[in-house]
Antibody, heavy 116, light 110 residues
Framework: QVQLVESGGGEVQAGGSLRLSCAAS????????MHWVRQPPGKGLEWVAF????????YYADSVRGRITISRDNSRNMVYLQMSSLTPEDTALYFC?????????WGRGTLVTVSS | VVLTQSPLSLPVILGQPASITCMSS???????????LNWFQQRPGQSPRRLIY???NRDSGVPDRFSGSGSATFFTLKISSVEAEDIGIYYC??????????FGQGTRLE
């Protein structure tokens, strides 16, 4: 079955950097675009970034553009989110999810906490 | 595109029906004829789970008491008979005009 497992979250000071990873299995990873979606504590869902299956397109939310880079390694079935210049507003649970009809499968998320 | 859900909080009675609406600031009909409006359920402490895609298509394993309907700018998620396991927050999402992909604020079923 499809599994998405996020990792790399943690506590970081404002201005710091973090790299999130998502390990995918149970489907043909190289055929699908992938997204990151985040959820601040007690709040709703916010789309963060997308990468096409062949990396030909990458899109970002305005709130993170210029500070976050999405990438993938199809040989390892991995997708990454490199985050820099973090602010307390980036504190959230970060989910990776696949593009099939938008967000068919979700991981459990990895928590990023940015302290001021 | 702004999605506005109503109500934001919905007290329910087990065994009774429930309905959530999602209004879009613009039509969600894409040039390909499809309408990319999805519904998600998030139970307490869990990741979101997609229930419905493209307005009315139920995902595998989703009970048939859940149904989606609507067109253009107005959409509805209905639960024919609420069960205890349905308690949580429900979100609509649009993927017609993206980026960015946008979500509604969420409706808490309680």
């Amino acid at each position: 079955q499809v599994q998405l497992v996020e990792s790399g979250g943690g506590e970081v000071q404002a201005g710091g950097s973090l790299r999130l990873s998502c390990a995918a299995s149970g489907f043909t990873f190289s055929a699908y675009g992938m997204h990151w979606v985040r959820q601040p504590p007690g709040k709703g869902l916010e789309w963060v970034a997308f990468i096409r299956s062949d990396e030909s397109d990458k899109y970002y939310a305005d709130s993170v553009r210029g500070r976050i880079t999405i990438s993938r390694d199809n040989s390892r079935n991995m997708v990454y989110l490199q985050m820099s210049s973090l602010t307390p507003e980036d504190t959230a649970l970060y989910f990776c999810t696949n593009h099939a009809e938008f967000f068919q499968h979700w991981g459990r998320g990895t928590l990023v906490t940015v302290s001021s | 595109v702004v999605l506005t859900q109503s109500p934001l909080s919905l007290p329910v009675i087990l065994g009774q029906p429930a309905s959530i609406t999602c209004m879009s600031s613009q039509s969600l009909v894409k040039y390909d004829g499809n309408t990319y409006l999805n519904w998600f359920q998030q139970r307490p402490g869990q990741s979101p789970r997609r229930l419905i895609y493209r307005v009315s298509n139920r995902d595998s394993g989703v009970p048939d008491r859940f149904s989606g309907s609507g067109s253009a700018t107005f959409f509805t998620l209905k639960i024919s008979s609420v069960e205890a396991e349905d308690i949580g927050i429900y979100y609509c999402m649009q993927g017609t005009h993206w980026p960015p992909i946008t979500f509604g604020q969420g409706t808490r079923l309680e």
